[in-house]
């Protein structure tokens, strides 16, 4: 079985490559983009299973990404976990997602979100 893969979109690069590391850890496939822009490039080529996505950010931000993302559909299913360290901000969140972490983030929470969201990881138990 496939790993399940989650995008990061997020332009703080050493927060989206500490995720990077957590998740790959726990036995996801990932893949990092540093704005809503990029990302459009990254579902372009292969649609994750899951999207973590920040609020603030340049070129296309995270509410506007998430919009895009709802309206194609294309992706409209795929599951949003918007982050951001602006507290409250999910009441004001226009559009459907799966979750809101705020930052800075708290693993356990993030991990039992993820896996609500997508299957947990089948580790290869033979590689070790």
């Given at each position: 079985?496939a790993?399940k893969?989650?995008?990061i979109v997020d332009?703080?690069?050493?927060?989206?490559?500490?995720l990077?590391e957590?998740?790959t850890s726990?036995?996801y496939a990932?893949?990092i983009?540093k704005h809503?822009?990029?990302a459009?490039i990254?579902?372009?080529i292969?649609?994750p299973?899951?999207?973590l996505?920040?609020v603030?950010m340049?070129?296309?931000d995270?509410?506007?990404?998430?919009?895009?993302?709802?309206a194609?559909p294309?992706?409209?299913?795929?599951?949003?976990?918007?982050m951001?360290?602006t507290?409250?901000?999910?009441?004001?969140?226009?559009?459907q997602i799966?979750?809101?972490l705020?930052?800075p983030l708290?693993?356990?929470?993030?991990?039992?979100?993820?896996e609500s969201?997508?299957?947990?990881?089948i580790?290869?138990?033979?590689?070790?």
């Open positions: 079985m790993a893969t989650i995008l332009d703080d690069l050493p927060f989206a490559q500490f990077d957590a998740l726990a036995g990932t893949r983009a809503g822009a990029a459009f990254e579902l372009e292969t649609p299973d899951l999207m996505v920040d603030f340049p070129v296309i995270g509410i506007t990404f998430c919009r895009l993302v709802r194609n294309a992706t409209r299913d795929t599951p949003i976990i918007v951001s360290a507290p409250n901000l999910h009441q004001a969140i226009p559009v799966a979750g809101f705020p930052k708290d693993l356990d929470e993030l991990f039992g979100l993820v969201l997508v299957q947990a990881p580790l290869d138990q033979q590689a070790h």
